[in-house]
């Protein structure tokens, strides 16, 4: 008899989509599914494990977790698979028995395909299977034409010029996470008008295939049955989605830079207005980081996206753990001296709030 295959369901999106949202929350609905979570961050903090240390892992009745957190940093999983995660999948397919679902969330800078085909290898075929490729979407970061102005006319544009390249990288990036999709989340649509919305569907339906299903989501609040047993096989049919990057060995993510700082926080909404001003002046995609204010028993979580920034407390600061703000901001051409430095003087120049 043969034993059965982990169905591994890869989540995909740009930086700040809210993959680690989605995650979560159906990490905390697992409902006593035994899920196991592999999470490749691009950076040196771990935040994204750590956030979702912190909702359980998935928990039965009794409170006892039922999943497992596997954490891959420093990278890009779809140029590290043989390093780094190749042995992590063998553990798991050793414990094949004790894991429903396996999820694994890539980096924001992740090409899927790649990852997807290291399923074709014959260690990994025999005992995983990829049920889907998720994909989740910024709807107001679309709106707001982070990767094009009018995606519409850009599309017939390049459609016209064969020799006509994309406008960035990142274009390409965001493309190829939805050429390779059997599911998109159109996440964040609270607050957006019906025309918007329309827009950011219109240009999500450019790059992705017939029959892709489109799902609204707010704060990642999307049903374990949506996401989970789609039962695609994508491995078996992954060398029929084109991307960009089909006849690249080097995937180019040394266009991205990913550094850390370290800062003296005082108050919240100061911090906020001057990671907002610091990205209006650099090339920045990505903010996320723990903070430390003075006084406070909880630890601040601090994200952002383009020039929208929150924050909210998620757990109280244990005694074992240094209370320090650190910050990791990802972008282009990066100098994480030159960006602290600014960083503190913006924060020191505006007053703090009452």
Same mark, same amino acid.
């Given at each position: ?157 390049? %459609? ?44 999500? %339906? ?149």
């Amino acid at each position: 008899m043969q034993t059965r295959k982990i169905p591994a369901t890869i989540v995909t999106g740009f930086l700040g989509s809210g993959k680690t949202t989605l995650l979560r929350h159906l990490l905390t609905n697992a409902q006593g599914r035994r899920i196991a979570v592999i999470v490749n961050e691009f950076g040196e903090l771990g935040i994204d494990g750590e956030l979702l240390r912190g909702c359980g892992i998935g928990c039965d009745e009794e409170g006892q977790e039922t999943g497992q957190l596997f954490e891959l940093a420093n990278g890009c999983l779809c140029c590290t698979v043989q390093e780094e995660f190749a042995p992590v999948m063998e553990q798991l397919a050793a414990r094949r028995d004790q894991i429903d679902y396996l999820v694994i969330e890539t980096s924001g800078l992740a090409l899927p395909k790649p990852l997807v085909q290291a399923f074709q290898w014959p260690a990994l075929r025999n005992a995983f299977t990829v049920d889907a490729v998720i994909t989740v979407v910024d709807a107001p970061a679309v709106a707001a034409g982070d990767f094009a102005d009018d995606p519409v006319a850009v599309d017939a544009q390049r %459609r016209a010029d064969e020799n006509l390249d994309h406008d960035s990288p990142l274009h390409e990036l965001f493309e190829d996470q939805l050429a390779t999709a059997d599911l998109v989340i159109v996440h964040k649509t609270d607050g957006m008008d019906a025309a918007d919305l329309a827009r950011v569907e219109a240009a999500i %339906r450019l790059k992705t295939r017939a029959g892709v299903k489109l799902v609204h989501a707010q704060h990642g609040r999307v049903a374990a049955e949506v996401l989970l047993g789609l039962e695609q096989a994508v491995q078996d049919v992954i060398d029929q989605r084109k991307t960009h990057h089909d006849e690249e060995e080097d995937h180019n993510h040394d266009a991205f830079d990913s550094v850390c700082v370290g800062l003296d926080v005082a108050d919240r909404a100061q911090l906020l207005r001057a990671l907002a001003s610091l990205v209006t002046r650099h090339e920045i995609y990505r903010v996320k980081g723990f903070v430390a204010l003075p006084g406070a028993a909880m630890r601040l979580v601090a994200q952002g996206v383009g020039q929208r920034f929150d924050a909210y407390f998620d757990r109280a600061w244990r005694s074992d753990e240094p209370r320090l703000t650190r910050l990791v901001l990802i972008g282009g051409h990066l100098d994480a001296a030159q960006l602290q430095g600014e960083l503190q003087a913006a924060m020191q120049a505006v007053p703090a709030t009452a």
